[in-house]
């Protein structure tokens, strides 16, 4: 793997309207995360690469709000959205965002960190368990469901497959 050097940060306000740009497929979520942000309740890290932004996830330090996951799994931030830009897909920007995420959770005392992961997105599950995640069976598979706004405006409701992953950090 050709890795190329990326610099992770946190989103600053001044850059919601570039991200919107370069990532306008979601742009009904940057608003909302970046607040999480503000609030304290999570880290919304982006990769940058020659001043443009690339790759992106959300850390969310109170855990999922998918059940029975948020039930059973106490004080275990929750990596959500993991997302690079495909030309610089398989270079280890994905691989760098996560371990910046980790890093940020070991800071704060947590002992684990978890991630859900759609049972047909295959190679996202490899890359996590490359990474030290393992698949966590008694919970099976779960229908994750979220809503997203439209083009138009109206609101639509979207679910997937998803198994749950934990990696214990040291």
């Not at 039930?71 to 030309?87: F, R």
């Not at 138009?152 to 679910?159: I, K, L, P, R, T």
């Amino acid at each position: 793997m050709n890795r190329i050097d990326v610099v992770i940060r946190s989103l600053g306000q001044a850059e919601l309207s570039l991200i919107k740009d370069v990532f306008s497929n979601e742009n009904y979520w940057h608003d909302s995360r970046y607040e999480q942000q503000v609030n304290g309740e999570a880290e919304y890290l982006f990769a940058w690469l020659d001043g443009s932004p690339i790759g992106h996830l959300l850390l969310l330090w109170n855990g999922t709000s998918d059940e029975p996951v948020a039930s059973d799994l106490k004080n275990c931030p929750h990596i959500q959205n993991l997302c690079v830009l495909e030309k610089h897909r398989r270079k280890g920007v994905g691989t760098t965002l996560m371990e910046c995420a980790e890093t940020l959770a070991k800071e704060r005392g947590f002992t684990r960190i978890g991630l859900s992961v759609g049972t047909e997105n295959l190679t996202a599950k490899k890359l996590y368990e490359r990474l030290g995640y393992v698949e966590q069976t008694s919970f099976g598979i779960i229908i994750a469901s979220w809503i997203v706004v439209n083009e138009d405006g109206q609101s639509e409701e979207n679910s997937a497959s998803i198994v749950y992953m934990v990696k214990a950090m040291s």
